[in-house]
């Protein structure tokens, strides 16, 4: 639905759209390049599920073919670095104590966007979770930020690895690809991503579960696909 607050580039674009229309994947990728004056601009889907398990929400971990994600700093506590990781720019080493200190200075800037710990750090990062958990930073098994095997970890993050999981209104959304990928790195990320997306179904689910799929660049209007 196009809203008079939307820009007039979002409003131009809107018009060319078949509102009703469900395009296929190279008319949709297609509408989304011609219609960018950007060099190269974000791309997100929006899956739409019939889901409202609000304390529960569906989620896994997300790697696709071409990178959309990036390059992230890395902070990783502990006392040392595993040699594979020394003297690499975007990582940097913090003790608990060193993190200790930011979170009672109240530091606005971390200097890092994902915390990893050793899982032999558990016990010694807990009085953290209070503070770090609201933020999303702090380490954890479920997304693999506490880990046995941090060098792993490390490679998985260059490679654009991320987690999706359902809102509050059952959706999903997240970034797919640029409108400067090819028409093929585009449609392989999206088989990629549309096939963790249905593996998150329970097994026991019945009825209707996906309702549509919803193209658009960051600040454009979306357009639904086929599925």
């Known amino acids: 639905m196009v809203k008079p607050n939307h820009s007039k580039r979002y409003r131009e674009i809107a018009k060319k759209r078949e509102?009703?229309?469900?395009?296929?994947?190279?008319?949709?990728?297609?509408?989304?390049?011609?219609?960018?004056?950007?060099?190269?601009?974000?791309?997100?889907?929006?899956?739409?599920?019939?889901?409202?398990?609000?304390?529960?929400?569906?989620?896994?971990?997300?790697?696709?073919p071409y990178s959309v994600q990036k390059p992230q700093k890395i902070a990783i506590i502990g006392e040392d670095l595993p040699s594979p990781l020394q003297n690499k720019e975007e990582i940097q080493l913090i003790s608990v104590a060193e993190l200790s200190q930011k979170i009672k200075q109240k530091k606005i800037s971390w200097?890092?966007?994902?915390?990893?710990?050793?899982?032999?750090?558990?016990?010694?990062?807990?009085?953290?979770?209070k503070v770090l958990g609201p933020k999303k930073m702090f380490p954890n098994n479920k997304n693999g930020t506490l880990t046995e095997d941090l060098?792993?970890?490390?490679?998985?993050?260059?490679?654009?690895?991320?987690?999706?999981?359902?809102?509050?209104?059952?959706?999903?959304?997240?970034?797919?690809?640029?409108?400067?990928?090819?028409?093929?790195?585009?449609?392989?990320?999206?088989?990629?991503?549309?096939?963790?997306?249905?593996?998150?179904?329970?097994?026991?689910?019945?009825?209707?579960?996906?309702?549509?799929?919803?193209?658009?660049?960051?600040?454009?209007p979306g357009i639904k696909i086929l599925t």
């Open 19 to 64: 509102s009703k229309k469900h395009y296929s994947l190279n008319e949709a990728w297609q509408f989304l390049q011609e219609n960018n004056l950007e060099k190269s601009t974000n791309i997100k889907a929006a899956f739409s599920l019939v889901w409202n398990e609000k304390k529960q929400p569906l989620r896994k971990d997300l790697l696709l």
């Open 151 to 220: 060098v792993a970890a490390v490679a998985a993050i260059h490679k654009g690895k991320t987690e999706i999981k359902t809102d509050k209104h059952g959706n999903i959304h997240t970034l797919i690809g640029k409108t400067s990928f090819s028409l093929e790195e585009l449609s392989e990320n999206y088989r990629s991503l549309y096939k963790i997306v249905m593996s998150l179904k329970p097994t026991n689910w019945k009825g209707d579960y996906l309702q549509n799929i919803t193209l658009s660049t960051v600040m454009g």
């Open 111 to 129: 200097g890092f966007q994902i915390l990893l710990a050793h899982s032999s750090q558990q016990e010694k990062i807990k009085p953290l979770a």
